[in-house]
């Protein structure tokens, strides 16, 4: 079983010239459970090779058990240090994609016309498609194969509108996340600010916020284990 997951090459946010990027712990705790589930792991983003990391989430506050694991792990340090380039990437090969979040992929993934294509063709074979916080918003511009937005009728969730105020971004942002997800048709909900909220409809799999990590990857494993029994 092999799963893909796509970060962001994106390190700018916005003018404001501070830095962005991929949330560390939206990457490590998705990470580490599928590879204590034994899945094979491939890493990708569009430029390839080390993807930038959002420095706020490398601080103190928001360490997690999975984040210390990370810093430890000098093998996962090398694998992240080296994704592949997304253009090379073939949709048949992987069994579910999952994007973590951070700022970044509003800029690049969501409009990346190789991830638009890898979701759409992962989402027409049946297989799992998971965003978490952000991520999410990679979704905006997949097309189902009748035309319309891929989320239209669906239910979905990401990082709120509110979450978003609290950071003092929603002037910064090219959109926002949970404004986006309703123009395009998606049925969405969302829970507390902070605190763990997933929503599964079929094989779209969607995390709120950073808390959601976990259990979006968790979703993903038993959407798959599902397709196999």
Not at 2 to 9: C, E, G, P
Request: proline residues 6%.
């Amino acid at each position: 079983m092999k799963i893909l997951m796509v970060l962001t090459s994106h390190d700018k946010l916005g003018d404001t010239g501070e830095k962005t990027g991929f949330w560390l712990e939206e990457f490590a705790a998705p990470y580490y459970i599928f590879k204590d589930a034994s899945i094979d792991i491939v890493l990708a983003s569009p430029n390839g090779g080390q993807p930038p990391l959002d420095p706020k989430s490398d601080e103190p506050d928001f360490q997690t058990e999975a984040t210390k694991r990370f810093r430890d792990d000098v093998d996962a340090q090398a694998i992240l240090a080296n994704t592949l380039k997304l253009s090379g990437i073939e949709s048949n090969n992987f069994d579910a994609v999952f994007y973590p979040g951070g700022h970044g992929p509003l800029w690049d993934l969501a409009e990346d016309r190789d991830s638009i294509t890898l979701i759409e063709s992962m989402y027409a074979s049946g297989k799992p498609v998971a965003a978490v916080c952000h991520a999410p918003g990679v979704l905006r511009n997949a097309k189902s194969t009748d035309g319309n937005p891929l989320v239209k009728g669906k239910s979905v969730t990401g990082f709120s509108n509110s979450e978003e105020d609290a950071v003092k971004l929603t002037e910064i942002v090219p959109f926002l996340v949970e404004s986006d997800l309703i123009s395009k048709g998606a049925n969405y909900s969302k829970g507390d600010d902070w605190q763990p909220y997933v929503i599964a409809d079929k094989n779209l799999i969607t995390g709120q916020n950073p808390a959601s990590s976990e259990l979006t990857a968790k979703k993903v494993l038993e959407r798959i284990e599902q397709q196999i029994n």
